[in-house]
């Protein structure tokens, strides 16, 4: 009896897992584009480069504000619903962003204003796409936790690489419908959205968090809180070393690697027009092919951070979740030095991308095992949904400082900065695994 229970619940969990990953294929797209294509706009639309991280800070604000919105609806309807609301809304948001162009030059300045709060609403599906990797582990077996999470996240490698590089073919199709070309890559968004929608209305039935003995959907058990909040989820966190460390180092993390990468395609088309200062005089919009150069970069980046994250999941099972965070920090290190010693050349600001999506790779796989390790029981979605909300805070402040930081120090000492985050993290985790020897 009790293998049959053990074989039908691993039948859910390959169900669970195949149908989250073809749902991150077609999300992935909408934030690839929105990642790659967003910066340009927002420093265009607004004419001040300063203003370039300011769509990178609304996608990772909305990532911060709606982790714990998004746990509270899991909790009381499942994934399947808390999923397909956040990947719908960003349906919204990807058309906002495609019109947002046309917009500016029906009335000029009215673009900028659509293109932050488009943004804002395609920003959901970032968040959809963390609380997805958490879904993937509701079912799972402690020996395969760490690689169901990665083929998961691996699996928007597909959609998140695509998304930068339909930068050509979506300005064709832009142009056919009218628009500028510019509005192509959001078009693909739209589409990559409302597929996920409904690859998840087909797939999660029955819903993982419906079949976990330990959280009752809709319903409370007895001590848990009345709904997910914020003190609440520190709570929980502050009080459990584990989480502190594991929260801690998911979110330095991702706040690294988006606070360089956001700066990562202003950078370069800087560079472009250093080359050519004729270009620059004439007018501030980015030639196709820097932006065809910037959308390869990103994609790298991004496959950097999602390609190897299967081989990541077996490295945190096998050789320990801690030891796999601790090697994800020295690579996040690594890929900052690249970047502040060579700031001025295109294969060292490549490399280093690569490098900063590795090392989140590492930590955020590795990290977010370990925390859905030891946030067991009716809390569990509730410290999921704070860690989550931590990294979308983290990526908004670094979003938001990170274009007046770089117009200070320069890309280098943006870069500097967060290797001395990464190298502060590092230290934490070997402290940790020193006083502990072994993993929970």
């Known amino acids: 009896m009790h293998a049959d229970i053990d074989d039908r619940q691993a039948r859910h969990q390959r169900r669970v897992v195949a149908t989250l990953a073809l749902s991150q294929v077609f999300s992935g797209i909408g934030n690839g584009a929105a990642l790659a294509v967003g910066s340009l706009l927002a420093a265009e639309l607004s004419g001040r480069d300063a203003l370039a991280g300011t769509t990178t800070m609304a996608l990772s604000l909305t990532g911060a504000l709606s982790a ?119 078009l693909f968004s739209l589409a990559g959205m409302l597929l996920a929608v409904a690859v998840l209305q087909i797939g999660l039935r029955p819903d993982p968090l419906h079949l976990r003995p330990d959280v009752e959907v809709g319903e409370r058990p007895a001590g848990a809180p009345a709904a997910p909040r914020l003190r609440e989820g520190l709570t929980v966190t502050l009080a459990h070393r584990p989480l502190r460390l594991g929260v801690g180092a998911v979110v330095a993390a991702h706040t690294v690697m988006v606070g360089l990468m956001a700066m990562t395609s202003v950078h370069l088309a800087r560079l472009a027009v250093a080359e050519q200062p004729a270009a620059a005089a004439g007018h501030h919009a980015t030639d196709t092919d ?41 690579v996040l290190l690594a890929a900052c030095g690249t970047a502040a010693l060579w700031p001025g050349s295109r294969p060292a600001v490549t490399t280093a991308l690569i490098l900063l999506g590795l090392g989140w790779s590492l930590v955020t796989v590795a990290g977010s095992t370990y925390i859905s390790e030891h946030a067991a029981g009716p809390h569990r979605v509730l410290v999921q949904g704070l860690t989550d909300a931590g990294m979308g805070a983290g990526a908004a402040t670094a979003a938001a400082l990170s274009g007046a930081i770089m117009a200070l120090t320069g890309f280098h000492g943006l870069a500097l900065l967060g290797g001395l985050i990464s190298l502060g993290m590092l230290a934490a985790v070997l402290l940790a695994l020193r006083r502990t020897r072994t993993e929970a």
């Open 290 to 330: 820097t932006l065809v150069l910037i959308g390869l970069v990103i994609s790298l980046h991004i496959a950097g951070m999602y390609a190897l994250s299967p081989l990541v999941g077996l490295l945190a099972d096998r050789w320990g979740r801690l030891r796999t965070v601790a090697l994800g920090e020295g």
């Open 68 to 186: 714990l919105p998004l746990a509270r609806l899991a909790l009381a309807t499942g994934r399947r619903t808390a999923l397909s609301a956040a990947y719908g809304i960003a349906a919204l948001g990807a058309a906002g962003m495609a019109l947002a162009p046309s917009a500016d030059q029906a009335a000029p300045g009215l673009g900028y204003p659509l293109l932050v709060l488009s943004a804002l609403l395609i920003g959901l599906g970032g968040a959809g796409n963390l609380q997805a990797r958490f879904a993937a582990t509701d079912l799972s077996a402690r020996h395969t936790r760490g690689r169901d999470l990665g083929v998961v996240v691996w699996s928007i490698t597909l959609g998140a690489v695509a998304g930068p590089n339909l930068i050509g073919p979506g300005a064709a199709v832009a142009e056919r419908l009218g628009l500028p070309g510019t509005a192509g890559p959001f």
